[in-house]
């Protein structure tokens, strides 16, 4: 496994230079995230992952979870270091202080989920998951709910997962067949099968509280039928042991050490949260930010690979530089001299960095949307993050597996070798454009719901931003080429959005057709915008002379290759988004094999 | 895992049609392939590899290779099949007479080839392997040396390997530390650590005779003073144990049932082959084989995924089309009903048939650079294969890994879970971009070796065929579109390519910053071309009213959703060549990551 490193001067260039964090927090009030604070978060952060999380990566991946009769046990020290991440507090960094939290900002809670996914994406999930069900049961729940559960889940005591695909289901919840039986105590006999549960049964917690997606009796059908319990594995107060069981966990590509499980309900006591047949708005709630953090892990094992290749590419001798020797006195110079190992070094670190930035300029917006001090600024986050949230899932993730693939091929053979650790980057990012709705979903949210069901208003919250940005930088001097780029750009995705609208209105299934390439068509755009942002600080620097020269030059270097190789492919996927539907309906279904 | 079933009326549509394979081998005088031995060897090999290879696929997944001291046995069955195929004459169908094969067309053992990739890419390695090493044997051996191993290799009695990678190098074959002492009976002593070695030490066969190459104690420095070895496991004729040994294998992302060795030659005895410090060139003559071989596993593993999508993607019900029910009578629609996962489905199908009319295209070229009737006919045939190939190797497998993808995305969580076959796919595939060359290798050879290093001769050998086809089809009533579309592209390739030349000529550094990009590039070309071709055929079956209208109907959408939705990446790949390189290497290597 590369060792890891927390990318934390990265960090910082984002938090203090690019995205102001330290003025961010102080608009919002925060002042408990003083600049002292975030600095301790980062490094003590940094330290626990690299030293406690990280040298427990591949060897989680190569023991995975074992399952006997019920029982799900982690691998060799995952338990221990969930112990030493509660006692160390950074379950609660983010968490409401009523229940023990530290309540600091949700950003900084993602910065911190960053390093602990990149150390360790598996270990990640079983926190990740239980900071779901606290957003849930925080949103949703009623004062009791939240005294009985939360500073339990917050302390790291309990942990939470989320419970809602069948095995006939995913995508489709309107046909979940999990009942809810009343009870006359007020409480719900929960019956049915729930699969690919994370953390669904695990040996880390004293309990589990399950956030369990099912139809009361009279439930009417479909998605407006569904509503939302929470059911603990041993019940609050009396600690019985209350009738879910873990029937199997899954055998799976990667993440093979976060417990994939099947959980049967089989009449269990579960407890009505939020409103009856709202259960899917209920989910959707923390959705935003469940979201975020899935297209963080493409982020995340980039990083990790990208860590990984750096280093390899250093080392590795192999052939000469075509224009001539460059390690003359060894046997041969270092891969990093290759042009096409550049090629994918760079691609690396424009999409790692790239991605880096849109998490925080999308984690500030969170922080907004909760702490804003007035309904129209938090209003205007809550639209923007509507908007960048599909993509950072879709994008990061589709990105990230490129990213992990290319760290993969530098090593040559070596990449496909498990003990170098590679190959387990590439398996574990793998799902992350599955799960938590999948990348294709995301698009149709994007497109459908978002874009044309606001009639274009969610997409010019952001086209505005992008244009104003470049209009205060058309003359810049040295960046004013990459400007224009993206102008014409954001000016055409306006113009491509507005033909796909008008061909929607005629066919519905423009929309399914044009989804997924706009989406990405759109995420090279909002890259492109951050990498300028990312430019011009960075040139600012190099001409004041800053001590972080050689970082600037590395920065404006990487925007370079970004708009000379990597925008062009929004080329492509605009020409997909103007083939429109018919290229994809017109085979009936029977004839695509015959 | 998906079943398998070998996707003949696609491989009678190319030989039938397309590419008069009838006619071919009448042409080349291989009077033995005549129409009936053509159907038999499709129809049987279809059985063997569906009945016999494709059900021990999963299990040897899941069961791998063991080591023992030594000794490694392969997993469950493979031992029985690899003694069924040899039983059935399979393994000598393209061998030479003279050993026992049957002396058929190479592109008939490709045909083969195709249908065992698909069906356990691992079990394909152990034959594959042998058949190198059979080709290296008889293009260099001596008459000695060629009776002595080619009968037994030939009926699979015994199997053989390629030694050629070392712990350091892989691509820079010019630094290999393996040695080569001469004894005084003309034999050699060889010493040395060979890595990645497949099919090194197995169960399956008597003896094991490897090919390794090896240096002279005063050979040249570089690739210049390399030389091949045949090292049998057993020497012949005594059948005393040679002294080669497995140290270990690797546990590896994929083919885990195809034994990754290293093998460690501790004064082995060694039988030059070829000339001293010729050894690279000999082992070339049948890289353009083996490459091929290596771009089809793309071809079969994708073949393979979307055999599994197709089948799910008709069963799995999952939401409604957005143009209403299509299944109202259902609980859902089944998923092909979406716009976006037809997407994916006619990606897959689009490079899948596209990959199979390249192989069959290729196939031809080789069958007439080894048959054809007059030198002219041969050198051609040799110009072109020296192009295709790499191409064959490195797009078939680029797009291959995302065929593979996209099948397993298309099974939402489920294609996460080894029980369901489609992630295995991935993982096998991910070699095929690595090895025999990586892609980035295939990418110099294309275009410094191959296009700039032949002043552009052997692209407009390509080119001239593409342009008589469009000139010859400009006013087609149908198809004019694509016609003028391929024709652009094919004018555009060549001025592409001289731009690049005149670059390289003041900057060698322009060919690798450019070489996999412009690889992808000629390749999406080169698959239109294709496509065209095959959809000219269907056109004329559908206007004749054949049998095959369906088929046709298929055919024609695919070649319409080929240009309109995968065509288009040229423009991005394009982009990227004309980049440049200066781009990729004005950063300084230390500044990659601070």
Redo the contacts between chains.
Sequence with gaps: MPDYKAPL?DMRFLIDHVFDFHGHYAALGATDASPDMVSAILEEGAKFCENVLAPLNRPGDEEGCHFDNGVVTTPKGFKEAFAQYVEGGWHGVAADPAYGGQGLPLSLGLMLSEMIGSSNTSWGMYPGLTHGAMSAIHAHGTEEQKNTYLSKLTAGQWTGTMCL?EA?????LG?IKTRAVPLADGSHAITGSK??ISAGEHDMSENIIHLVLAKLPDAPAGTKGISLFIVPKFLAGSGERNAVSCGSI?????IKASATCVLNFDGARGFLIGEANKGLACMFTMMNHARLGTGMQGLCLGEAS??GA?KYA?ER???R???GAKAPEK??D?I????????M??TM?AFNEGNRALTYFTAQLLDTAHLGRDENQRQEAEYLLAFLTPICKAFMTETG?EVT?HG??VF??H?????WGM?QL??DC??A???EG???IQ??DLLGRKVLGSQGKLLRGVTKIVHRFCVANVDHPQLKAYVAQLNELNQQWGELTVKVGMAAMK???E???A??DYLMYSGYIILAYLWLRMALVAQAQLETGSSEG??A??KL??C??YF??LL??T??HR??VE?G?E?????P??????
Excluded at 589 to 594: E, K, P, S, T
């Design positions: 001067r695909t006939h289901c995913g995508t489709d046909i699969i690919f899954e055998h799976k590509m990667g990208f860590q750096i250093n001798l192999q052939m530089s075509l224009t046997v041969a270092p990093i001299v290759h042009p096409d190992v550049r090629r070094l760079l670190k597996l693939n993969m091929q040559g053979g990449g496909f070798i498990r003990e190959e590439v398996r793998r799902i454009p599955i799960y999948t990348n294709g698009a149709l066919n519905p299934d929309v399914g057709a989804a997924l050689d970082y030059r590395g270097a990487t370079e290759f000379k190789r062009p492919r080329a492509a020409a997909a083939a539907s290229c994809l309906m017109s085979l279904a029977q004839m695509f094999a015959l």
